[in-house]
C-alpha cells in the first residue's frame, strides 16, 4: 500500500527565514510525486509534479526535490504571503489514484 | 485554465436525507476524483472514474455512490447523510494517460445535523 509521511505537521517561520518541508514516501515504482499548496477553505492548487529521483523544479522562493524516499519543499526568504498548508501525494506506475500526505501547516509572520 | 466547479460551496442537510454533491470540468479530463479531507486524516479517496459510466471505490466508499452520465460531470451521492459524513468534499479531475497532476475544485462543505 502507498503511503506518504509529511513533516513537521506545522512550522512557524519568521518572514525571511528559510527552510524545509519533508515528504517520506513508500510507493511500488513511483509514477510521479506532486505538491500542492492549499488555503483555508479552497482546493489544493498545484505547484509541482517530480518523477524521478534528482529532480528538481523551482517556482518563486518554492524549489521541489526528489529522491528515492523523500521529497523536500524549500522555501527560501519566505513571506506572509507563502502561509498555507502544502501537501504531497503520490502515484504508482499503472494506477490512476493518487495517495496523498497530511499536510505541512506553515505560518510566516511578518 | 483548468476549470473544475463544485455546486456548493456550503451545504447543511438533514440525518437521513439524499444528498447530491455535483462536480464538472471543463478540460476534457478522462479521470474524475472525489476526495473528502478532515483534519488530521487528510484527502482520502472516496471514488474515482476514468471513464463515462466506469468507476471505482477508493479508500472509503461506504456510505457513498457516484454517477458519471457524462464527460464534464461526476456526481457524489450520500444515501443516507450521517453526521460523521459532516466534511469538506473535494473534486478533482486529470488526463488519463499522461503523467499530469489533478486540479481540484474549491471544495464543498458540508455538515449533517
Known amino acids: 500500500e502507498d503511503q506518504v509521511t509529511q513533516s513537521p505537521e506545522a512550522l512557524r517561520l519568521q518572514e525571511g527565514e528559510s527552510s524545509s518541508l519533508n515528504c517520506s514516501y513508500t510507493v511500488s515504482g513511483l509514477r510521479g510525486l506532486f505538491w500542492y499548496r492549499q488555503d483555508p477553505g479552497k482546493g489544493p492548487e498545484f505547484l509541482f509534479t517530480l518523477y524521478s529521483a534528482g529532480e528538481e523544479k523551482e517556482k518563486e522562493r518554492l524549489k521541489a526535490t526528489l529522491t528515492k524516499k523523500e521529497s523536500f519543499l524549500h522555501i527560501t526568504a519566505p513571506k506572509p504571503e507563502d502561509s498555507a498548508t502544502y501537501l504531497c501525494a503520490v502515484q504508482a506506475m499503472g494506477y490512476q489514484k493518487v495517495t496523498f500526505g497530511t499536510g505541512t501547516k506553515l505560518q510566516v509572520i511578518p | 485554465d483548468v476549470k473544475v466547479t463544485q455546486s456548493s460551496r456550503y451545504l447543511v442537510k438533514r440525518t437521513g436525507e439524499k444528498v447530491f454533491l455535483e462536480c464538472v470540468q471543463d478540460m476534457d479530463h478522462e479521470n474524475m476524483f472525489w476526495y473528502r479531507q478532515d483534519p488530521g486524516l487528510g484527502l482520502r479517496l472516496i471514488y474515482f472514474?476514468?471513464?463515462?459510466?466506469?468507476?471505482e471505490k477508493g479508500d472509503i466508499p461506504e456510505g457513498y455512490s457516484v454517477s458519471r452520465e457524462k464527460k464534464e460531470r461526476f456526481s457524489l451521492i450520500l444515501e443516507s447523510a450521517s453526521t460523521n459524513q459532516t466534511s469538506m468534499y473535494l473534486c478533482?479531475?486529470?488526463?488519463?494517460?499522461?503523467?499530469?497532476?489533478?486540479?481540484f475544485g474549491q471544495g464543498t462543505r458540508l455538515t449533517v445535523v
Open positions: 478533482a479531475s486529470s488526463f488519463r494517460n499522461m503523467n499530469t497532476e489533478a486540479f
Open positions: 472514474s476514468y471513464d463515462v459510466k466506469m468507476k
